[in-house]
């Protein structure tokens, strides 16, 4: 099988940065979770003055779920999470600055964002064919799907890593606005960089775990 084949030791060191990842940014949310601003806004106060204050006719819902803010660019609306939208926490309004970061970066057109918006589509139907095919050309040893499955894998990998500086740069949006405009006092901004780091290594993990991935179907398709 291509998940339990010789070059799954490849993907060891991935997984345990993975996990890894994960810990820290439980650790750092679960943390600065329990300690409120000095100011005791909520994340959705805070979204609301960093919108405003850039510009932004952007509307601002509460959705279920845990970690699952996200800005949608299509219909202009920031989703926070329950956790995120009424809490007063540091990792809070962290949060909701980070995904105002999105909102500005839509605004100013920033080029990454622009890109992953648009390869969204395609690489939502080629990261669920990539492996289908790509073992299809295995089982029945056929190079040319090898080769598709491999180029729809690789479209996958250039997502992840256009993604990083997508979420690096609103990280850093997010805890340069907090600064300028005092939402946060500087002990509560090293909170909120240390929860917003923590979850860009997830990121980092993601691209990582496809980029092994893609040296796999490579290494497994000269096999063949």
């Known amino acids: 099988m291509f998940f339990w084949d010789p070059t799954f030791i490849l993907l060891i060191p991935a997984i345990a940065f993975a996990l890894w990842a994960q810990s820290q940014i439980k650790k750092?949310?679960?943390?600065?979770?329990?300690?409120?601003?000095?100011?005791?806004?909520?994340?959705?106060?805070?979204?609301?003055?960093?919108?405003?204050?850039?510009?932004?006719?952007?509307?601002?819902?509460?959705?279920?779920?845990?970690?699952?803010?996200?800005?949608?660019?299509?219909?202009?609306?920031?989703?926070?999470?329950?956790?995120?939208?009424d809490s007063q926490s540091v990792a809070a309004v962290g949060i909701a600055a980070h995904e105002c970061g999105h909102a500005i970066q839509h605004a100013n057109k920033y080029a990454p964002l622009k890109i992953r918006n648009s390869i969204v589509p395609v690489v939502s139907i080629s990261s669920n064919l990539a492996f289908p095919i790509f073992f299809i050309g295995i089982i029945f040893s056929i190079p040319i799907i090898l080769k598709i499955g491999i180029w729809l894998f690789a479209g996958v990998v250039v997502f992840q890593l256009i993604?990083?500086?997508?979420?690096?740069?609103?990280?850093?949006?997010?805890?340069?606005?907090?600064?300028?405009?005092?939402?946060?006092?500087?002990?509560?901004?090293?909170?909120?960089?240390?929860?917003?780091?923590?979850?860009?290594?997830?990121?980092?993990?993601?691209?990582?775990?496809?980029?092994?991935n893609l040296l796999r179907m490579l290494l497994l398709s000269r096999r063949r």
């Not at 600064?179 to 909170?191: C, F, K, N, Q």
């Not at 993990?205 to 980029?211: E, G, H, P, S």
């Open 28 to 85: 750092s949310y679960a943390g600065w979770s329990d300690i409120d601003t000095d100011r005791k806004i909520t994340g959705a106060d805070a979204a609301k003055i960093i919108l405003s204050a850039n510009g932004l006719d952007v509307k601002i819902e509460k959705i279920s779920g845990k970690l699952t803010d996200n800005y949608d660019p299509r219909s202009k609306i920031l989703h926070l999470s329950e956790g995120v939208y």
């Open 163 to 212: 993604t990083l500086p997508v979420e690096f740069d609103a990280s850093h949006r997010a805890l340069k606005t907090l600064d300028r405009m005092a939402i946060l006092s500087p002990e509560e901004l090293t909170g909120a960089k240390e929860v917003l780091t923590a979850a860009a290594l997830t990121y980092v993990a993601a691209a990582l775990m496809a980029i092994v």
